[in-house]
C-alpha cells in the first residue's frame, strides 16, 4: 500500500468544505512522486478528519486492577498504599495483557500515540517496563509509545530506585518522571531528576503538587530548575491541583513564571476530580488545573487519561475525546474557541508538548489520523464525537460502523 488517495472528507480548518488528502510511504504529500504505482482511491464519506489523539500521560502498569484492590477512603494515600500491595502480584504477563487491554481500547477512540509512565522501585524492578517494552514493539502497528519511568514510591527515600531508573533509561524509556511528594525531601527529588534528566539527555514529566492547599507549591523549584539546567520546553509538571487554589493574581504570576521557563502542564481531570476535596462535606472544590488560565499567559497545556480501573481513578474507557469534554465541563468552558482549546490539549498542544516530531494533516506529517462524523472540531468536545475509523502511517488500524435506526417501514 504505498499511494493512497483519501476522497470526500472535511479538513478542520474548512469544514464545510469537501477536500482529498494523498498519502505516500506512510506520510502525506501535495502530490504522488511520478512512478507506475497507481494510488489506491478511498473514500471516506464526507466525514470530519483529524490528526490522531495524543494521550501525553498514561499509566498502563497499573491499569485495570479494581478486583485486586480496597477502596474505601478514596484518597491518593489510600491509592498509592492499595496500588503498592497489589503490585506485588504484578507478573510480565499480567502486565502485559492489561496494557494490550487498554491499548486496544484507546486504538478505537482515536488515539495514536502515548507517553506511557512505568513505576519502577524495589519490589517491582523492572517487571512492568519489560512488558511495556514489548506492547511498544507489538502495537507499533496502530500506536506510536514512548516510556517514561518514575518513581511512584519514593526516589531519596527508596534506595535502590535511582539505580532501576537508570538501568531503564539505557534500555528504551527516554523519559524521566517525578513523585515529589513520595518523598520527605520533594525538592531533593526534584533537583536528583534534573540532573539525572541531564546525564540522560531526556525531558522531565513529574507528578506535582497533589492537593488543594495554596502552601507548599514545588513549582518554584521546577521553575528555577528548569532555568538553572536550561531544559526549557522539556519539562511537563502532571495533576498541579494546588493551582487551583490560587486567587487570581498568584495565578497569573505562576503561570507567567512557567509560560517563561517553557514548563508545561497537564491536568488529569478525572483523577484530579476524585482524589482530591475528600475533606469536603458540601461547596466540594473541583480541583483540576484551569488550563484555559494557563494557556492564556503562554503555557503549553495538555489533557489526559491517567488512569483505567484503580483506586487513582476506578473508570475509564481511554476515550481523550471524554476527558476533554470532562474538562470542558468542570472548568466552564463551552465557546467554540474554548471546546477547540480542549480538543488540542488532545491533539496539536499535546504533540508539541512532548516534542513529537511531523505530527498533523500537512505534506511531510505522518499519516496519523482519525474520521468523525461530526461537524467540526468543536463538535467533536461538545457532542462526544465517535472516532469511525483511524489511519497510522495511512493504513487503517480499527472501523467502527456508525449506529443505524431501525424505524418501522
Ligand atoms: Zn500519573
Redesign the pocket.
Known amino acids: 500500500m504505498k499511494k493512497i488517495k483519501f476522497t470526500n472528507l472535511r479538513l478542520p480548518v474548512n469544514p464545510t468544505q469537501i477536500s482529498e488528502l494523498r498519502v505516500e510511504e506512510g506520510r502525506f504529500v501535495e502530490v504522488f512522486s511520478n512512478d507506475d504505482i497507481t494510488p489506491i482511491e478511498m473514500n471516506l464519506g464526507g466525514n470530519l478528519v483529524l490528526p490522531g489523539l495524543i494521550e501525553t500521560?498514561?499509566?498502563l502498569d497499573k491499569a485495570c486492577i479494581m478486583d485486586r484492590c480496597q477502596l474505601q477512603e478514596g484518597t491518593l494515600q489510600e491509592a498509592v498504599t492499595s496500588t503498592s500491595a497489589a503490585k506485588i502480584g504484578f507478573t510480565e504477563a499480567d502486565v502485559y495483557q492489561r496494557g494490550a487491554r487498554i491499548i486496544e481500547q484507546a486504538i478505537t477512540q482515536g488515539t495514536t500515540y502515548m507517553r506511557t509512565?512505568v513505576e519502577l522501585d524495589p519490589g517491582i524492578g523492572l517487571t512492568s517496563f519489560r512488558a511495556i517494552l514489548q506492547l511498544q514493539r507489538d502495537y507499533a502497528w496502530a500506536m506510536g509509545m514512548e516510556i517514561c519511568v518514575f518513581p511512584q514510591e519514593g526516589l531519596l527515600n527508596n534506595p535502590g530506585t535511582e539505580e532501576l531508573l537508570c538501568e531503564a533509561l539505557e534500555s528504551g524509556a527516554t523519559i524521566l518522571?517525578g513523585c515529589p511528594y513520595m518523598d520527605d525531601d520533594p525538592a531533593g527529588q526534584i533537583q536528583r531528576l534534573f540532573e539525572l534528566a541531564v546525564q540522560y539527555d531526556c525531558d522531565l514529566d513529574l507528578?506535582l503538587d497533589f492537593d488543594l492547599s495554596p502552601e507548599g507549591m514545588t513549582v518554584p523549584e521546577v521553575v528555577r530548575c528548569t532555568l538553572a539546567h536550561g531544559w526549557q520546553h522539556r519539562v511537563t509538571i502532571?495533576?498541579v491541583t494546588k493551582l487551583s487554589a490560587l486567587p487570581p493574581e498568584q495565578l497569573r504570576q505562576t503561570a507567567m513564571a512557567l509560560a517563561e521557563a517553557g514548563v508545561q502542564v497537564t491536568a488529569?481531570p478525572s483523577?484530579d476530580l476524585f482524589l482530591t476535596g475528600r475533606e469536603a462535606t458540601h461547596n466540594v472544590p473541583r480541583g483540576v488545573a484551569p488550563l484555559s488560565k494557563l494557556h492564556a499567559c503562554g503555557v503549553t497545556c495538555s489533557l489526559s487519561t491517567?488512569?483505567i480501573g484503580n483506586p487513582?481513578t476506578p473508570f475509564g474507557d481511554a476515550s481523550l475525546i471524554r476527558q476533554a469534554n470532562l474538562l470542558a465541563n468542570v472548568c466552564h468552558l463551552g465557546t467554540s474557541a474554548e471546546l477547540a482549546c480542549c480538543l488540542a490539549w488532545v491533539s496539536e498542544e499535546a504533540a508539541k508538548m512532548i516534542r513529537l516530531p511531523d505530527y498533523g494533516l500537512s505534506p511531510g506529517c505522518h499519516a496519523d489520523f482519525i474520521v468523525l462524523d461530526v461537524d467540526t472540531p468543536a463538535a467533536v468536545i461538545a457532542e462526544l464525537g465517535q472516532p469511525l475509523m483511524a489511519f497510522k502511517r495511512g493504513r487503517q488500524s480499527f472501523e467502527r460502523k456508525p449506529a443505524q435506526l431501525l424505524k418501522p417501514v
Open positions: 500521560h498514561i499509566h509512565h518522571g507528578h502532571g495533576h488529569l483523577t491517567n488512569n487513582f
